[in-house]
């Protein structure tokens, strides 16, 4: 079958790791692919030249989409395209009619249940209730968001199905290195707690409350040290909140890096400050290098974190707790390392990209199945 796989974010993330990570796992047997991704994401253009699939870079935005939106409708037809599948909201919006009206098959994954505008929240669940019609399956990336959206009208029990999101642990296998070693190579102290959060600065990520942790965290542990790697339009808030609470030798923001494994292998707690999430690969990435991580407790998040097992939760918008939660952590070590093994153990036996490719594969066969139909 020949496949399209569409997807939009302003910032090389998660909807970018995810749709790589299916081009380089599903069984090119049985598919042929194209990714259709914004213009200018030059890692992804890299990256899919490397696994040999055919790349479409378009100047996607968030709304005005026409341009796009008449490339795919040519995409389809000239390259006789079964299935599109369209990952991001924003991107479900106006890929999923091009793709219907071109005769294609639509798979849906949102990643995210709740798009970045608030205010117009109402406008696309509305969109949303109506676009169910022209898609044939919806993947949610986690249970809970699977359940909302049945709840929300959605899909049905028939055409949204969960596929978790998935890591290819064995290529970071190798990059398993002591926290001390890793150090070295950044240049940061040996001596200090490290905290790290890794994530695009915006409100879904809430840095703002990471800031608001590492406030309350330093009162009773003036040594700890935060990091923040990522960028996104809050930084200049960010910027200012740092200097607002007199935290400038305290936290440093890393902006956008290529090195996380290595600022994971530094680290001693990971936290994920988050307001809404899918199933973020954040955490399936710390828990790959074995790094214990205190996180929100929203949407799938519990279903990577199991509290006091690989992990802490603490209820999102209370910085306050998060900085107690993280604080248990840096004062037993030995617990600390027990969670990160475990959650290590657990992204290898729950969240294998080899599974998701191969669930994600099989809703590709059921729409075949179902347009043939």
């Known amino acids: 079958m020949r496949v399209a796989e569409v997807f939009y974010e302003p910032i090389h993330s998660g909807q970018a790791v995810h749709v790589l990570s299916l081009a380089q796992h599903l069984d090119r047997r049985q598919c042929t692919l194209h990714v259709c991704y914004p213009a200018g ?8 030249a490397e696994l040999g699939v055919a790349g479409h870079p378009w100047p996607m935005g968030k709304w005005q989409n026409a341009g796009p939106f008449l490339a795919l409708l040519r995409l389809v037809r000239q390259e006789h395209i079964h299935i599109v599948h369209v990952h991001s909201q924003f991107a479900g919006i106006w890929a999923r009619p091009a793709a219907r009206l071109a005769g294609a098959g639509v798979v849906y994954t949102p990643q995210t249940i709740r798009i970045r505008q608030t205010a117009l929240q109402p406008i696309y669940e509305a969109l949303e209730r109506a676009w169910r019609r022209i898609t044939d399956i919806t993947i949610a990336v986690c249970e809970a968001d699977h359940q909302w959206m049945l709840a929300k009208g959605w899909g049905t029990p028939a055409s949204v199905v969960t596929v978790y999101n998935g890591l290819d642990w064995q290529e970071w296998e190798p990059r398993q290195m002591t926290r001390e070693k890793a150090r070295e190579r950044l240049g940061w102290p040996q001596s200090v707690p490290v905290i790290l959060q890794v994530g695009r600065l915006d409100a879904q990520k809430a840095p703002q409350d990471f800031v608001r942790m590492m406030r309350h965290l330093h009162a009773q542990r003036p040594d700890a040290r935060g990091f923040l790697a990522g960028d996104g339009p809050l930084r200049a808030e960010v910027e200012a909140m740092t200097r607002q609470y007199g935290l400038e030798h ?16 530094a680290a001693d707690v990971v936290t994920l400050t988050s307001y809404w999430e899918g199933l973020p690969y954040s955490l399936l990435e710390a828990g790959a290098m074995a790094r214990p991580a205190v996180a929100t407790a929203v949407n799938g998040v519990p279903e990577v974190i199991q509290h006091g097992v690989t992990g802490l939760l603490v209820p999102a918008g209370e910085p306050a707790a998060m900085a107690q939660a993280v604080l248990r952590l840096l004062n037993d070590p030995d617990r600390a390392g027990a969670m990160g093994l475990a959650a290590q153990r657990r992204v290898r036996e729950t969240f294998d990209v080899r599974r998701t490719a191969e669930g994600v594969m099989r809703v590709y066969q059921q729409v075949q199945q179902l347009r043939g139909r």
């Open 41 to 48: 994401d030059e890692r992804t253009r890299r990256r899919l």
């Open 250 to 265: 305290v936290i440093t923001l890393l902006g956008q890096r290529q090195d996380v494994p290595l600022l994971l292998a």
